[in-house]
């Protein structure tokens, strides 16, 4: 029998069901979020999977970020909820622990690489040069974020990477906006885009899920 003054196991991440295989293959658009009230987070969430975007990333660029990815785990099971901005390895069990499926970072480092790998789910790293693609490739990586996309060369620079690194597969973020998201989803190496058009910040401060969910209605129908 466990005694009653024994100390509690230490917490495990939260699971709150099953990561997916493939970041890139959940949606046409993964809105970029980002949250400063954490009880805007599962309205906001609600809003984005009844328009058809289930995946959502919240992006770790403010304090709110870890409660608001915990509330939709808990409270939106539709909603596939990742962790973005991830810039160290403690970004990545603060994510993990959170209840984040899958992990996005802007760039990456070998310590931050290492943490991504071993947290057991999905996750989508940075890169903007061909040499940084080269580096993932030959860690056997496949499925990248192009950022900032278009200050990066945009659809022209991925077109031309299509050829001689055909196994690379990404999802362009930044600067990607409704009439320029269907140029890179056209593209054989893109799988998906990322952005914050369908999050205007009026309508985050009306607390507009409506308007919200059909301008996630809108991305979703980008489908190829």
């Not at 509330?71 to 909820?81: F, G, N, T």
């Not at 690194?165 to 906006?177: H, K, N, S, V």
Request: proline share 11%; hydrophobic share 50%.
């Amino acid at each position: 029998m466990t005694s009653a003054a024994s100390s509690p196991a230490p917490a495990s991440p939260k699971l709150s069901a099953s990561p997916p295989s493939s970041v890139l293959g959940l949606a046409p658009v993964i809105p970029v979020v980002v949250l400063h009230d954490a009880a805007d987070a599962v309205p906001l969430a609600r809003a984005l999977v009844a328009g058809g975007l289930p995946a959502i990333e919240v992006t770790l660029r403010t304090p709110a970020a870890p409660d608001a990815i915990r509330a939709i785990a808990d409270e939106v099971p539709d909603a596939v909820i990742g962790a973005g901005t991830l810039l160290t390895p403690e970004h990545v069990e603060a994510a993990r622990a959170a209840g984040a499926r899958f992990l996005v970072s802007p760039g990456w480092s070998p310590r931050l690489l290492g943490a991504m790998k071993d947290s057991g789910v999905p996750f989508l790293p940075g890169v903007s040069t061909t040499s940084e693609v080269v580096t993932l490739l030959d860690e056997g990586l496949t499925e990248l974020k192009f950022f900032p996309a278009e200050a990066a060369g945009g659809t022209a620079y991925l077109k031309s990477l299509a050829a001689p690194l055909p196994q690379a597969r990404f999802c362009p973020t930044g600067g990607i906006g409704l009439a320029s998201a269907p140029s890179y989803l056209a593209l054989p190496n893109v799988g998906c885009v990322g952005g914050t058009w369908m999050l205007p910040a009026d309508a985050l401060a009306a607390k507009d899920w409506d308007r919200v969910r059909q301008l996630a209605r809108e991305a979703a129908a980008l489908a190829v």
